[in-house]
């Protein structure tokens, strides 16, 4: 059975920073691209960032230069550094694991819909 739980959310001021950790069970962790989506009050799923096989990262525009993105093959655990938290960063944050093995592009790596198992998520809320 694949498991994915994440954990590390919060409530934090802005600018301030959370790491996300995602532990994960139940398949070949080190093939799979892995994936950090959330979802904020009353919107759709956004895609953050997406981690390749070999450990290269992604980012949506919105949280490059203030996220990252990582992962420890030797864990299982995918993990996501928040930094210079903005109240619009706000959301249930949800890691997920890539449908398939192989490559992927820069394009394909940011639809959520090629993501085929997700935890059950963690909050992260930024107010002051």
């Known amino acids: 059975e694949v498991r994915l739980v994440a954990s590390g959310g919060g409530l934090v001021q802005p600018g301030g920073s959370l790491r996300l950790s995602c532990a994960t069970s139940?398949?070949?962790?080190?093939?799979?691209?892995l994936g950090w989506i959330r979802q904020a009050p009353g919107k759709g799923f956004e895609w953050v960032s997406g981690?390749?096989?070999?450990?290269?990262?992604y980012y949506a525009d919105s949280v490059k230069g203030r996220f990252t993105a990582s992962r420890d093959n030797a864990k299982n655990t995918l993990y996501l550094q928040l930094n210079s938290l903005k109240t619009e960063d706000t959301a249930m944050y949800y890691c997920?694991?890539?449908?398939?093995?192989?490559?992927?592009?820069?394009?394909?790596?940011?639809?959520?819909?090629?993501?085929?198992?997700w935890g059950q998520g963690t909050q992260v809320t930024v107010s002051s």
């Open positions: 139940g398949f070949t962790f080190s093939i799979y691209v």
């Open positions: 981690v390749t096989s070999g450990g290269s990262p």
């Open positions: 997920a694991k890539w449908r398939t093995v192989g490559p992927v592009s820069e394009s394909t790596i940011k639809e959520v819909t090629n993501y085929d198992s």
